[in-house]
C-alpha cells in the first residue's frame, strides 16, 4: 500500500526532538506525519534524568578529561565504560572523540553549543505552557555537588568554559549544602549551584502533552519503524518493508536508529548509542527539592512527579544488548554516598539508547546531494534540553529563512571532510 503526501514533511521519529520539530513545522504551515513504531516520546525521551542545562556548553571531549576517561573506560563499575568485546567497532568513534578535545576545536563546538542551548529553559516553559503542562518546568536551580577541591579540579576547565558563556553559579560549602539539601550526606563538602537552569518534572508527560497538541493540529501519527529512503522526481518514499509512503521532504529524527537510514544513501554518520540507565523510586524516603548532582560520580537525582529518579552510567554496546541490571544497580551504590539515607530497595530500572557523536554536536540540516532531505539526531546527553530550539531552527530553516552559517557547524558534512582529512 502507499499513501501520499507529496507537499508534506515525513518526520521519522516521535521522540522529544522529533516531536518539537514536528510542533515548529505545524506551526509554521507544514503538513506533517511522524513515524515511530513506539508511541511517542516513549523511549529514550522518557528516560532521561529530566535537568535542563541551557548553559551545557563543554563537549564531553575536553583537554583535561581525556586521561580520566580512557582510566574509567577500563573499569566496568565507573561512569564510562566499553565493554572488552565492544571495543574494535567502538574505536572509530573514540579517534573522532579525541579529535575532538583539541583546543580550538572545543571552542568552535563551545560556540555552537551556546546557539543551540542559549534560552533552552526559557523555551521549555513557553512550549509546556503552549501544551498545557506548564507545571512541569522547574526553575528552582541545579545542585552539582563534589567530595571536595582535588574532585572538583578535574572539571574545573569544563565549568571555566561554562562560565564563560553565561552561566550563572554560586560556589557553596557544606553549611549551604545542608541546608538547601538536609539528605546530602557529609561526603559532598563543596559544590554549584546554578540559579538558572531548570529540569522537567515529568519527560513523558511532557511529550506525550506535546503529542496530543500535534493531533489537535491535525498532525498525523503512523506507528511503523521506517527502514530505508528513496528518492525520485515526485519526492521521497519511505517504507518498513510492508507498507510506503510519500513525502515530499523527509526529517530523520530517529536518535540512534538514524545511522543506517543515512548509511544506505551514501552518509556514514558516527553515531553511537551511550546506553543510559535509570533507577526510579516510586515512594522515596527522601526527595531532593531540586536536581542534586553527586558529579564526580555522574549521577543525577530528580525529583519526579511520579518519584524520584537516578539516572547516569556511559555504557557502549550497540541498539541489540539487553539491559543490563547489574549495571543499573551501580547507581545505587553511587547515589546512597551522597544521600546516605535514602532506601533504595527494588526500584524499576530503565535503560535508554543516547545518540551520541564523537564531538558533542548533532546533526541538524540538510543533506547534501539530496533534495528535500533533512537531519535532526545525534544531541547526545541533551536532547530534551536541545528540542525546543532545534525546532524552531529546522522550521526556519526549510522555509529558507535561516542563514546558511546557522546551521554550518552541525552540518553532516563535517564528517565527510574529516574522513577526507585523516585519509
Known sequence: MQHKQSDGVAIVGAGIVGLCTAYAMRQAGWRVTLFDPNPPGSQCSSGNAGALSSRSVAPLAMPGVLGTAWSMLLDA???????????????????????????????????????????????????????????????????????GEREFAKDRASWNLKREYGLKMEQVGRAAIAEMEPAVGPAYGMGLFLPDEGWMAEPLRYAQAIAARLAQMDASFVTARIAALSRDDAGWTLTDGAQRWHAGRVVVCAGAWSRPLLAALGHDVPLETQRGYHLHLAQPNVQPGRVVVLADRKVFITPMDGGLRIAGTVEFGGLERPLNRRRAMLLAGHTQAGLPGLQIEAPSVWMGHRPC???????????????????????????????????????????????????????????????????
Open 357 to 423: 557523536l564523537p564531538d558533542s554536536l548533532p546533526v541538524l540540516g540538510p543533506v547534501p546531494g539530496q533534495p528535500g532531505l533533512w537531519c535532526a539526531f545525534g544531541h547526545g546527553h541533551l536532547g530534551l534540553t536541545g528540542s525546543a530550539n532545534t525546532g524552531p531552527l529546522l522550521a526556519r530553516a526549510m522555509a529558507g529563512q535561516a542563514d546558511p552559517a546557522e546551521l554550518a557547524p552541525y552540518a553532516i558534512e563535517r564528517f565527510a571532510r574529516g574522513a577526507a582529512q585523516a585519509a
Open 77 to 147: 563499575t565507573s561512569p564510562l565504560h566499553i565493554p572488552p568485546r565492544y571495543w574494535l567497532r567502538a574505536a572509530p568513534w573514540l579517534a573522532g572523540f579525541v579529535a575532538a578535545a583539541r583546543p580550538a576545536r572545543v571552542r568552535v563546538i563551545a560556540d555552537a553549543l551556546d546557539r543551540l542551548l542559549a534560552g533552552s529553559v526559557d523555551a521549555h516553559a513557553r512550549l509546556a505552557a503552549e501544551v498545557g503542562v506548564p507545571h512541569l518546568v522547574r526553575r528552582n536551580g541545579q545542585l552539582h555537588l563534589y567530595p
